[in-house]
C-alpha cells in the first residue's frame, strides 16, 4: 500500500486549507525603504505599487513597509511622489 | 507634531476590496510585474476565483508543492499547450452543475501568444465562459529570456543574441490582444501595472462580461532580470510604454473599440527603450523600424476606435 | 436488483461506432469534448446529433483540436464531472501530452481510441499501433472485439476509472475500419439499467474535486518523495483494477447478462495444448478458425486480452502455463524489440509458464485483413512448435518476404 506522508489526497493536490508555504524574502534585501515620516503625505501610491504588497498604512501617519518579506527591489521609493522614502543599504543597519 | 500636508489616498486602494491570498514570501525577483499582477488580481475580483496556471515564472508559486500551497485559490495547474482548453473544461463543467464561477486562465505571453495560442483562439471563437488573462512579459523569462512571438524588434534575449551577424530579434512582434479583439468576443482589453486604476476597472469589467462569453486581458507586466532593467524600473517602464504608445491602452467591448487612455503628444519610443539593457544594440535605424511598427500598430488601432459608432457587434439572437 | 434487464433487450443493428456514442449517452456524462478524424468522426456526429435532439444534457465542446479535447475533459473531470471524449491514431498522439497530465491529476476520464495505424506512411488504415504509442501513458486500456462489446466496454470503463479505489482514467480501443464501421447487431441497453449499474459510484466517498473558494488546487508540484508517492499510488491503484474490472464484469452480468470474463477471456482454453493469444476484432476470425480446427480434432483454443493495461498477468499465466505452445498476435510493431509488443511482455513470463513455447506473429497491420486462411497459418506453425519442431521466432503473416521475421 501507498502513504499519505506527502500528499493528503490521492493525486497532486496541494490543500491552502493548511498552512501556507511561505519564504523568508527579507533575506533578499540589499537595501531596505526608510520613510520619512514628515514628508509622507499618506496617499499611497508606494502600497499599490509594490509587488509584493507588503507596504501598510501605519496609524494614520505613514506607510511601512513589512521587513520580513520586503525584497527591496525600490519601486516604492521610485514611485513616491514626495520622495519620502529612501533605500538605505543594510549594511547601515549591522550593529 | 505641527499638522502636516495630507493627501488624498489613491482611488486604486478602493478596488482592493479582497484579501490577498498569496503568502508574503514567494519566488519572484524583485520588482517582478508579475508578482504585482498576480496579487492584484484576486484583491480586485475576489479570492473564490479559480486560477489556471501554466509552467513559467508564475508557477513556482500559482502551484503547490506536494499538499502545501502558497496561496488560498483554487488552482489548475495546466500544460502550456492546452491552457485555455482546461479553462473549457472548468468553465463547462460548473455551467452544466449550476456552480457560480470565475475561471481565470492565467498565462504568460509565451502560452498565449505561441505554444498555446491555437487553443487560445478556439475558446474565443467558441466564446467559452471564462477570463484569459495574458502577462507580457515579452518572451521566456522563466526558462532563462527566449524570444517569444511578443518579442518586440530589437530586443537581445538568449535566442536571439547580439552578435556579428545578428543585433538582437529582427522580427516584428505581433499585436495579440488586437488578434484576439478581431474574433468578436465580449470583452477584449489591454492593461499594465502603472494604471493600476485602469486595470482593476478592466478585471471588475471582464469579470461582469464573462457571463457573456470569452475575456481577454493583455497585461504588459516587465521583467527586471529579463530586460535587464532595475528592479525600481518596473512601474516607469509601464508609464512609459504606455506614454510612447508602444503598448496603448483600449477596450473593445462587444466588438467597440475605445482608447482607455489617449496619449495627446506621445513620446519617441527611444524614451522607453532606454531603461532596458535588452534595448542596448539597437541605433538609431533600429529604432526607425521599432517607431514605425509602434506607429503602424497605433494607426490601425485608431482607425478601429474612431469607427466605433458604426462597428458594434450585433448582440447574440438570445438576449 | 432489478431482474428486468437481463430479459428484456432492445436490439439494434448499428456500427462501432453508433454503439460507443450510445453508451457514451446512456452514462449521461457532463461534458464532452471532441475533434472529428477518421475513423472515429461517426461517434462524435451521433454524440451531437443526441445533443442537437435533447437526448443527451451534456456540455458538448467542440475543440479546435484533439490536444484540447483531452485537456477539456480532464479539467472537466477533475472540477467533478464525467466525461467523455473519443479519437483515433494521429489525434490521439495530438494529446498525448494531456493523455500523461490526465494520468497524472488521476483524472477519471473516459474515452474510446478508434484503433488505426501511425505511421509517416500515410495510411489511413487499421492497426493497434496508436495504442502501443499511448501504452505507457499510465491510462487502463480495455480492448473490444465487437460492436456490443464496444457499448458495454464503455459502460463498465465508467465504473472502473470513477471507482473511488482506482481514479485512473480508462480508454476503450476497437478496431478502426474493421469495427468503427461494421454494422452488427448489439442489444441495447435501457437507461434506467444503466442508471442502475452506474448508481454504486453514488454510494462511494467523494473524490477530490476543484471547486471555487475550497482552497484546494490541483497540479502540485511533487517535490522529492512526494512524486515518488503519487506515482507509487498511481500504480498500486492501477494493480487494484486488474480484480475490479472482473468484479465490475460480473456484476454486468447480473444486470444485463452478458460477461466476457472480465481481464481476458478463455476460449476453448480448457482442453487446448495450442494457444492463440489476440485481442481486438481479430479474436473472432480466431474463434470460428479454432471452431473448425476443433472438427479435426486439433486441440486449439484463445486466449483473448480485454484488459492491456495494467497487463492481466496472473490471469494470463495461469490460463496458459502448462501449454504446448502460445501464439501470440500483435496488431502493431515494437520498434526496436524483436517480435509485437503483448509477444515481448509474454515472454517476460517465459519461465512461468511451464514450459510452453512463445511465437509471434505480426499481422493485421495497415488494414491487411487477418483472414482465416492467415489464421489456419499460425495455428499451424504454433502447432508445429508444440511438436518440436523448429519455427521462426517472428512471423510477418502477410508479408512473407520477411525472411527471418524481426
Known amino acids: 500500500m501507498s502513504s499519505n506522508v506527502y500528499f493528503k489526497h490521492e493525486g497532486p493536490w496541494s490543500d491552502a486549507n493548511d498552512p501556507l508555504l511561505c519564504s523568508d524574502t527579507g533575506d533578499w534585501r540589499t537595501k531596505r525603504p526608510v520613510v520619512d515620516e514628515e514628508n509622507c503625505i499618506v496617499c499611497g501610491f508606494c502600497a499599490i505599487y509594490c509587488p509584493i504588497q507588503v507596504v501598510q498604512m501605519k496609524g494614520e501617519t505613514h506607510f511601512e513597509a513589512d521587513l520580513d518579506f520586503c525584497k527591496g527591489c525600490g519601486i516604492c521609493a521610485k514611485e513616491c511622489p514626495k520622495n519620502a522614502i529612501s533605500m538605505v543599504s543594510e549594511g547601515e543597519f549591522v550593529k | 507634531m505641527t499638522e502636516k500636508k495630507k493627501a488624498k489616498l489613491t482611488p486604486v486602494l478602493d478596488y482592493l476590496k479582497h484579501e490577498d491570498p498569496f503568502a508574503k514570501g514567494v519566488a519572484f525577483c524583485p520588482g517582478c510585474g508579475l508578482e504585482l499582477l498576480l496579487r492584484f488580481i484576486p484583491q480586485v475580483m475576489g479570492n473564490d476565483i479559480v486560477i489556471t496556471g501554466t509552467p513559467s515564472c508564475s508557477a513556482p508559486v500559482l502551484l503547490g508543492q506536494n499538499n502545501q500551497s502558497w496561496h488560498k ?9 492546452g491552457a485555455a482548453a482546461n ?20 498565462n504568460g505571453d509565451g502560452t498565449a501568444a505561441d505554444i498555446g495560442f491555437g487553443n487560445l483562439s478556439g475558446a474565443a471563437e467558441r466564446n467559452e465562459p471564462f477570463i484569459y488573462i495574458c502577462y507580457d512579459n515579452e518572451g521566456y523569462m522563466n526558462t532563462g529570456v527566449q ?16 552578435g556579428a551577424a545578428s543585433k538582437g530579434k529582427n522580427l516584428r512582434r505581433m499585436n495579440l490582444a488586437l488578434k484576439m479583439a478581431m474574433h468578436k468576443i465580449p470583452y477584449a482589453a489591454t ?25 481577454f486581458l493583455h497585461v504588459f507586466a516587465p521583467c527586471p532580470t529579463g530586460w535587464g532593467a532595475a528592479p525600481d524600473n518596473t512601474i516607469e517602464i509601464c508609464r512609459r510604454a504606455v506614454k510612447t504608445n508602444y503598448f496603448p491602452l483600449w477596450e473593445a467591448e462587444n466588438g467597440k473599440i475605445r482608447m482607455t487612455k489617449t496619449i495627446k503628444k506621445p513620446k519617441p519610443v527611444k524614451t522607453y527603450t532606454e531603461l532596458m539593457k535588452k534595448f542596448k544594440f539597437m541605433d538609431e535605424e533600429d529604432h526607425k523600424i521599432l517607431q514605425d511598427d509602434v506607429d503602424y500598430e497605433y494607426c490601425i488601432l485608431g482607425g478601429l476606435s474612431v469607427l466605433e459608432a458604426e462597428c458594434q457587434l450585433p448582440l447574440p439572437a438570445d438576449e | 436488483m432489478n431482474t428486468k434487464a437481463k430479459e428484456r433487450s432492445q436490439i439494434k443493428v448499428i456500427t462501432g461506432n453508433a454503439a460507443a456514442a450510445i453508451g457514451a449517452k446512456l452514462a449521461r456524462p457532463d461534458v464532452v469534448a471532441a475533434y472529428p478524424i477518421t475513423p472515429q468522426t461517426e461517434v462524435i456526429e451521433q454524440i451531437s446529433s443526441f445533443h442537437a435532439s435533447g437526448e443527451m444534457d451534456c456540455e458538448l465542446i467542440t475543440v479546435e483540436g484533439e490536444n484540447s479535447a483531452m485537456n477539456a475533459v480532464m479539467a472537466a473531470s477533475l472540477a467533478g464531472g464525467r466525461v467523455f471524449t473519443a479519437s483515433s491514431s494521429w489525434g490521439l498522439v495530438f494529446m498525448y501530452d494531456a493523455i500523461l497530465a490526465t494520468a497524472g491529476a488521476r483524472a477519471p476520464v473516459v474515452m474510446v481510441n478508434v484503433n488505426r495505424e501511425t505511421p509517416g506512411i500515410i495510411a489511413v488504415s487499421s492497426g493497434q499501433q496508436d495504442m502501443i504509442s499511448t501504452r505507457d501513458s499510465g491510462w487502463i486500456f480495455l480492448i473490444a472485439e465487437n460492436c456490443q462489446e464496444v457499448l458495454d466496454l464503455v459502460l463498465q470503463a465508467y465504473r472502473l476509472a470513477e471507482d473511488y479505489d482506482i481514479q485512473v482514467p480508462v480508454m476503450v480501443h476497437y478496431d478502426g475500419f474493421y469495427l468503427s464501421y461494421l454494422s452488427e447487431v448489439v442489444d441495447v441497453p435501457f437507461q434506467e439499467d444503466v442508471d442502475q449499474f452506474l448508481s454504486v459510484l453514488k454510494d462511494q466517498p467523494q473524490r477530490t474535486t476543484l471547486k471555487p473558494g475550497k482552497k484546494l488546487g490541483c497540479g502540485s508540484h511533487g517535490i522529492l518523495g512526494g512524486y515518488l508517492e503519487l506515482r507509487h499510488k498511481h500504480v498500486t491503484a492501477m494493480e487494484r483494477s486488474k480484480a475490479k474490472f472482473d468484479q465490475i464484469d460480473k456484476e454486468y452480468e447480473e444486470i444485463f447478462g452478458r460477461s466476457y470474463g472480465g481481464q481476458i477471456e478463455k476460449y476453448k ?72 509488443p503483448i509477444y515481448t511482455e509474454l515472454k517476460s513470463f517465459e519461465s512461468k509458464l511451464e514450459g510452453a513455447k512463445l511465437v509471434s506473429f505480426i499481422d493485421g497491420i495497415a488494414n491487411t485483413d487477418i483472414t482465416k486462411e492467415n489464421v489456419g497459418k499460425m495455428i499451424d506453425m504454433t502447432g508445429d512448435l508444440a511438436n518440436g519442431k523448429d519455427v521462426q521466432e517472428v512471423t510477418w503473416v502477410s508479408y512473407p518476404e520477411a525472411q527471418g521475421g524481426i
Open chain 2, 147 to 162: 524570444k517569444s512571438g511578443t518579442t518586440p524588434y530589437g530586443a537581445t534575449t538568449t535566442t536571439t543574441p547580439f
Open chain 2, 87 to 106: 479553462a473549457t473544461g472548468l468553465a463547462r463543467y460548473y455551467k452544466k452543475a449550476g456552480i457560480d464561477n470565475t475561471v481565470v486562465c492565467f
Open chain 3, 269 to 340: 482454453m480448457d482442453d487446448a495444448d495450442v494457444v492463440l493469444v489476440g485481442s481486438g476484432s481479430m479474436c473472432g476470425t480466431i474463434k470460428s478458425v479454432i471452431d473448425e480446427k476443433r472438427e479435426q480434432g486439433i486441440k486449439i483454443g484463445l486466449l483473448k486480452m480485454r484488459m492491456y493495461r495494467p497487463f492481466p498477468s496472473e490471469k494470463m499465466i495461469a490460463a496458459l502455463k502448462g501449454k504446448k505452445a502460445i501464439g501470440v498476435v500483435d496488431r502493431s510493431l515494437n520498434f526496436g524489440f524483436k517480435g509485437g
Open chain 2, 191 to 215: 492593461a499594465t501595472l502603472s494604471d493600476l486604476g485602469d486595470l482593476a476597472k478592466k478585471l471588475l469589467k471582464a469579470k461582469e462580461m464573462k457571463e457573456k462569453g470569452f475575456c
Open chain 2, 73 to 81: 485559490l483554487s488552482y489548475f495547474g495546466t500544460l502550456m499547450t
